[in-house]
C-alpha cells in the first residue's frame, strides 16, 4: 500500500510533539481496530460470554490466590 507523497511530507514536517501525538491518535484508533475485529469473532464472543457467566456465578480465583496454589503444588 503506497502512501500519498504530500501525506508524507506533512508527516515529515512535524515537530516531534506533533509527532508524538499524531502517534498516540494513531495507537488508538489501531488498539480500536483490533478490539472491534476480535469481537466480531463469534469464538471470541462465546468465550467471554462464558467467563463473564462463571464470574457472576462466582466461580474465579484472584491472582493472588492462583499464584500461591501454584506454589503449593510445585
Known sequence: MAI???????INNLSLTEKLHLWKLLQEQLEQAEEDT??????????????????????????????????KNT
Open 4 to 10: 500519498d507523497p504530500s501525506l508524507l511530507n506533512k
Open 38 to 71: 476480535l469481537m466480531a469473532d463469534p469464538k471470541v464472543k462465546s468465550e467471554i460470554h462464558e467467563a463473564r457467566v462463571a464470574y457472576k456465578a462466582g466461580d474465579y480465583m484472584f491472582l493472588d490466590d492462583y499464584i500461591s496454589d501454584r506454589k
